[in-house]
């Protein structure tokens, strides 16, 4: 199984228009690939907290045509990173805190979500992902945001996906509902800020050594907001070893998986069967 992940840099002055026809063009680039990975919030910026408003699009929105077209040109599954997703029915009013949701357990409209897109080799949206973990503490995304609650794992014809996005990573029990869940290959675009990269480096290893599984962690390059980006987009085996790692540029990381090698490493070092504490695991969505 062959993974691209396309570390896209963002730089401020670029329009959200115009990063995705480059971001489109870089993915029908990979025809030859099976999976394609892009970056946390790349239409964006990840920290560009003043543009989320309007920059805040539907799922089916123009990042999803875009990148739907070039999936279908390359053939490819494509996690499309993520996007401000703004539930239908335009601006939120204000008796919506970010973290209500309605009566019915549909979002509340107008509502912005950190959404991540994966997309089927035909160009369909096959899966969506709202952040469970919003960062900031008591600003930035945690006040603009609403917070996904549900798990994602989405089968492939080799491997079977679990979503996560950035600061997902420091939250070691997610993982584990999403091994439950049967995910073998972790995969997490992320917009990580430069002074914090040792950690990012170190949580990804981390993530595939305590669930033995592979993990797939695309960074952006570039500048957001004035924060500067980490880059080191990075592969993980089961057993903890980095297969390829990124720069602090855009590029390109393409790596060869053997999604064998998941199975293998759980039943020659069975880890996972020694647990002795449960978890209760939310909604899984496959």
Same mark, same amino acid.
């Given at each position: ?7 896209? /840099? ?153 979503? /996560? ?122």
């Amino acid at each position: 199984m062959r993974a691209s992940l396309i570390q896209i /840099a963002v730089d401020p002055y670029e329009s959200a228009d115009s990063r995705r026809r480059r971001a489109a063009a870089m993915v029908r680039a990979q025809r030859g690939a099976d999976l394609v990975v892009l970056p946390e919030l790349w239409p964006v910026g990840a920290f560009a907290y003043e543009s989320f408003a309007d920059e805040a699009e539907a799922a089916d929105g123009p990042t999803f045509r875009g990148m739907s077209e070039a999936a279908r040109y390359a053939g490819v599954w494509l996690h499309a990173g993520s996007i401000v997703e703004r539930a239908e029915g335009g601006h939120a009013s204000e008796e919506h805190a970010p973290d209500e949701h309605a009566s019915d357990g549909h979002a509340p409209d107008g509502i912005l979500y950190n959404t991540s897109l994966v997309l089927s080799p035909a160009g369909e949206l096959v899966r969506t992902y709202r952040k469970i973990h919003r960062f900031g503490f008591d600003k930035g995304e945690a006040t603009l945001m609403g917070a996904g609650d549900e798990l994602v794992t989405v089968r492939l014809p080799e491997t079977t996906l679990g979503l /996560a996005t950035c600061y997902d990573l420091r939250f070691p029990e997610l993982f584990r509902g999403l091994v439950d869940a049967g995910a073998e290959t972790l995969v997490v675009p992320a917009g990580w800020p430069a002074r914090r990269r040792a950690h990012w480096t170190l949580l990804a290893r981390a993530r595939a050594v305590e669930n033995q599984a592979y993990v797939l962690a695309c960074a952006s390059a570039g500048t957001h907001a004035g924060v500067e980006q980490s880059g080191h987009s990075i592969v993980v085996d089961p057993w903890g070893e980095v297969l390829a790692e990124a720069g602090t540029d855009e590029e390109v990381l393409t790596v060869d998986l053997d999604p064998a090698s998941v199975a293998t490493t759980r039943e020659r070092f069975p880890a996972l069967k020694d647990r002795r504490l449960g978890l209760e695991t939310p909604t899984v969505i496959r």
